[in-house]
């Protein structure tokens, strides 16, 4: 059994639908973890292809290398926790907002999300460029929203001046202003 962690890019987690349709399920960046996760039960199999996004790479691991690894380096002990630990809260945070939270700040999180994984100072302005190309389409299969009001909601994001993009980037101009949206 294997999982994989990206070292640097973004990667995709596309499933099939019953009807046929691909959606992505979720975007992963630095560190993200996919694939049979070490000490996560596998209760059920789930049909999921991980698609790079540009550029990337991914390191690939079996289980039984990993726990020789394990065995006798804190430092790598301490690496895969905390690895699992960012993933855990990602997802815990995805599970609450996905049942909770209005449709602007669930497309609010997912954009700090992405920053967090592999945001870079914007070559265009002030702000932050999410470092992967997204379309509406794709955020709105994440956040479980149909694309007509994500784009209303990105336009009105743009209005605000809270972000810009262009064909290839979104850009966050407002970091603070971004994290409040997420807190009220």
């Known amino acids: 059994m294997k999982f994989y962690i990206v070292d640097k890019g973004f990667v995709r987690l596309t499933s099939i639908q019953l009807d046929g349709k691909r959606v992505t399920r979720m975007i992963l960046g630095k560190g993200g973890m996919f694939g049979q996760l070490p000490f996560v039960p596998s209760l059920f199999r789930t049909d999921e292809d991980a698609l790079a996004n540009g550029p990337t ?10 726990e020789e690894a394990l065995r006798d380096n804190t430092a790598a002990q301490r690496l895969l ?12 945070r995805r599970l609450q907002w996905q049942q909770t939270n209005p449709l602007d700040k669930r497309i609010a ?11 870079r100072p914007c070559p265009h302005g002030p702000g932050y460029a999410v470092d992967i190309r997204v ?3 794709e955020l709105a299969e994440i956040i479980g929203a149909a694309r007509p009001t994500v784009s209303a909601i990105l ?8 972000i810009s993009s262009t064909r290839a980037f979104i850009c966050v101009r407002n970091l603070e ?3 409040h949206r997420l807190a009220y």
């Open 57 to 66: 790479c991914v390191l690939e691991f079996d289980f039984v290398s990993m």
């Open 81 to 92: 926790v905390e690895l699992l630990g960012a993933q855990l809260q990602m997802l815990s």
């Open 109 to 119: 999180l997912v954009l700090y999300d992405l920053l967090c994984f592999g945001g």
């Open 135 to 137: 379309t509406h389409e």
């Open 155 to 162: 336009s009105i994001f743009h209005q605000e001046q809270l």
């Open 177 to 179: 202003r971004l994290k």
